[in-house]
């Protein structure tokens, strides 16, 4: 499963709580009608970029990085997601691999 789909999924499950619960967990993705993931990236970016902050970060770098071979670095902090014009910036603090 790619990222766009385990956000898609994660957005529907999300939809599904909150209509169980009677209240939302995430208000601003249910003021944004539960748009899918590239629909928020469009529309929203920062509601697309707080979920990967708070939720789908794990998702977003599993996608990125599947294998743990070769690893040069691990990421230790993500401090802040932005999406400007369909690009994503993560800061945060790494640390270099020592396979000690």
Request: net charge negative; proline share 2%; no cysteine.
């Given at each position: 499963?790619?990222?766009?789909?385990?956000?898609?999924s994660f957005i529907t499950q999300c939809k599904?709580?909150?209509?169980?619960q009677g209240y939302a967990g995430i208000h601003a993705l249910k003021?944004?009608?539960?748009?899918?993931?590239?629909?928020?990236?469009k529309n929203a970016p920062d509601l697309a970029a707080l979920l990967i902050?708070?939720?789908?970060y794990f998702?977003?770098?599993?996608?990125?990085?599947?294998?743990s071979e070769n690893l040069k670095l691990v990421i230790s902090?993500?401090?802040?997601?932005?999406?400007?014009?369909?690009?994503?910036?993560?800061?945060g603090e790494t640390f270099p691999y020592l396979n000690v």
């Open positions: 499963m790619d990222f766009l789909e385990r956000a898609n599904i709580d909150d209509e169980q003021k944004s009608n539960y748009q899918n993931f590239t629909d928020l990236i902050r708070d939720y789908l998702d977003l770098l599993d996608a990125l990085f599947p294998t902090n993500i401090k802040s997601v932005k999406i400007i014009d369909n690009t994503l910036i993560i800061n």
